[in-house]
């Protein structure tokens, strides 16, 4: 589903590239946590499996096609297979829970009948099935961050891709993202998860994904948070 | 495609940034008004070429049956084939003239007609009895010179010739009103330049604002894929709403100056010129070149919208 070969990305700047010949591949339907300290290197290889980013040498493939080279117009069809999730929610001020999820799909051009459909599902799958007309400031940080799943979600992505989503919350609180991120996967979508909370990895363990200094240095199938340390 | 979003964010955004659309608004409208003020005068000068010639044309009109000149030169009347080979030749002969072209009786008149009914004055020319007909009209040569600042060698010649009724020299009243016209046209156009190009700054600066204050929104719209046009759609159409309301008020402002201005007060007071009339209003509101005020407006706020749209909301 999502494949590095060789893949080096320098930022404009002296000094050693963020990634560093990271190869990696990543099956549909699994759940990998992406570890390593803060500027190892993980939010740079989310940000090229959006194409945010274009990397400097070396080729990213997402859902079989190499997405480097990819016209600029495919970019918002691409992006549309894959819902993202922030430490800092983003979720817009001034909407409400149940109109920040609709925007995902409203933008992309989702009838309003599938909006009025889909949205309370999704919302009911998230636990917030009755914090609909709430506004963001009126939520604690674990209901916001679910808002946050619910809009990455509703369009049904395969790939969900989630960078330090329980950076901002206390450990009781990640559990319960935790568990919901779980259920996301168990649905078949792919779930990329970059983090360097410890208790999380240890808690729930999945694939790990080691970098350091932009390079991968260990890929476990069912590892822990960093037990050479 | 949904368009709800957009229409939503299309009023929001007129509203969020009112008083930057206003000054848009304004400055488009007085730098639309300029330009058209500007093709008008040029129309003018074209429309007064056409029936007054040129500062380097001189008239020769022929004697006709009971000339109203009383000149001497025609006291055979009407003139005659051996008279006018002679003033031919006269023409053909002189080094300041460049090149001349015959008039016919009816060529005159009919250009007169047309002149006549342009300025509302064509009384004379109608009726059971009227007083200009095409037997009094005179026949004439137009005589372009080679400069305007010689001619005497020419004229002198000619005005001693029988059959030569009179010489009509406006090289000079001409020369004073293209000159004004010049001035005005470039004047008007000068001005719209440096007001369209305040337009343009004002135009960029309330993008920038707008993109500023959309951030969120755009980023979360690049993120869940929706297309550069869809994001860039409530831009382009906050630009569009300025445009046409900027464009509609010069087009109102030009329909007054054409009606108060040129139609109820110039051509009445001066009677010798023909005036513009509503088609080369037309002509200043989607002439193409130049460039009408209904393209001008609209290219200059949707270009540069597009440009930094592009910038600000590349995916
Ligand atoms: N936009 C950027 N411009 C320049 N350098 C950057 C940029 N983003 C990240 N970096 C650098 O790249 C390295 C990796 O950063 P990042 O991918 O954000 O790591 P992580 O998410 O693991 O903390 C760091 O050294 C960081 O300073
Ligand atoms: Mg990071």
Known sequence: MIRFEKVTKRYPGPGRPALDQVTLDIDKGEFVYLVGTSGSGKSTALRLVLRELRPTTGHVHVAGKEINRMAGWKVPRLRRQIGTVFQDFRLLPNKTVTENVAFAQQVIGKSRREIGKVVPETLELVGLKDKGDRMPDELSGGEQQRVAIARAFVNRPMILIADEPTGNLDPATSAGIMNLLGDINQTGTTVVMATHDHGIVDQFTKRVIELDHGKVVRDEASGSYGFQH | ?315
């Open chain 2, 1 to 315: 495609m949904q368009l709800r979003y957009v229409f939503t964010e299309l009023r929001t955004g007129l509203r969020r940034n009112l008083s930057m659309h206003l000054a848009v608004i304004v400055t488009l409208f007085v730098s639309l008004s300029l330009a058209g003020i500007g093709i008008l005068v040029q129309r003018e000068a074209t429309v007064a070429r056409d029936s007054l010639g040129d500062e380097l044309k001189i008239l020769v009109n022929l004697c006709t049956d009971e000339d109203p000149s009383h000149s001497p030169n025609c006291a055979s009347g009407e003139v005659t084939a051996d008279q006018q080979q002679r003033i031919e030749k006269e023409i053909a002969d002189s080094d300041e003239v460049a090149s001349s072209s015959f008039q016919s009786k009816e060529e005159g008149y009919e250009r007169a007609y047309e002149q006549a009914k342009r300025n509302n004055t064509q009384a004379a020319f109608e009726g059971p009895d009227p007083v200009v007909t095409v037997e009094r009209w005179p026949a004439a040569y137009w005589v372009t010179l080679k400069t305007p600042e010689r001619a005497d060698g020419i004229i002198s010649a000619l005005e001693g010739l029988d059959g030569v009724s009179v010489i009509k020299d406006q090289r000079k009243a001409l020369g004073q009103i293209f000159g004004i016209m010049t001035v005005l046209k470039y004047g008007s156009w000068i001005g719209a330049g440096f007001l369209l190009f305040a337009a343009l700054l004002q135009v960029t600066n309330t993008i920038r604002l707008a993109a500023l204050a959309r951030r969120r929104e755009i980023a979360i719209m690049r993120l869940v894929g929706a297309s550069t046009l869809y994001i860039a759609l409530p831009f382009l159409l906050e630009a569009l709403v300025a445009a046409i309301v900027g464009v509609a008020l010069a087009a109102g402002l030009l329909a007054a100056f054409q009606y108060w201005g040129v139609e109820k007060a110039l051509s009445d007071h001066v009677q010798f010129l023909p005036w513009v009339d509503w088609g080369d209003y037309t002509q200043a509101l989607i002439g193409l070149f130049p460039p009408g005020i209904v393209i001008l407006g609209p290219a200059l706020t949707l270009i540069p919208t597009l440009l930094l749209t592009r910038k600000y909301v590349k995916v």
